[in-house]
């Protein structure tokens, strides 16, 4: 969430934008953000989708080879017990697969665009049978959070607020260098 708001401080054209679909999410729904109202709101879909793309929360996935396997077109081969490998952060930031991939871009992820993401170029909670099991509860729980946010407060930079996002090089999982300070307004009807 703190990544997406970052986000959408930056960008407040998309902000804005997504507040209005999510107030007029509201206004359909009798002013409930019920579990029906949430998944109908697709930008903000699109903006959790892009922010998990820019920011995966571990930088790659490790398996271990259950059988030797010859990568197909290569003299590499991986012996059964191998560790292997792939890196999420630097797939989901290649610009072979999503052009400009420093530019946060929503609309990659929208229903006209999703299609031309290559299988397994987009897995920040993992691919095929291990795969995140939290999957659906951590894209509930961020959306969530993040629409009461914007439906509440305007997110802005502030002095501190880094121009662009710095990880922190001793840490596992994909964490700000420097935290994420924002200045939030209440939002007037």
Do not use: W
Request: hydrophobic residues 35%; neutral net charge.
């Amino acid at each position: 969430m703190s990544y997406a708001l970052y986000e959408l401080a930056m960008n407040e054209d998309i902000q804005e934008q997504l507040r209005t679909q999510l107030q007029e999410t509201m206004e359909k729904h009798d002013g409930k953000l019920t579990y029906q109202a949430l998944q109908s709101v697709n930008y903000l879909d699109m903006i959790f989708s892009e922010t998990l793309r820019k920011y995966p929360v571990y930088p790659f996935l490790d398996r271990t080879c259950t059988k030797t396997y010859r990568v197909p077109g290569t003299d590499i081969v991986l012996d059964k017990g191998v560790f292997a490998f792939t890196s999420i952060l630097g797939i989901q930031r290649d610009p072979q697969y999503f052009p400009e991939p420093e530019r946060f871009d929503p609309e990659r992820f929208s229903d006209a665009n999703r299609g031309n993401i290559p299988s397994c170029c987009f897995m920040s909670f993992g691919e095929g049978p291990h795969k995140c099991l939290g999957l659906r509860l951590g894209y509930l729980q961020g959306k969530l959070g993040i629409a009461h946010i914007i439906l509440n407060y305007r997110v802005h930079p502030c002095a501190s607020t880094p121009k662009k996002m710095e990880f922190n090089l001793h840490s596992f999982l994909i964490t700000p260098r420097d935290g994420v300070p924002l200045k939030f307004t209440r939002v007037t009807n």
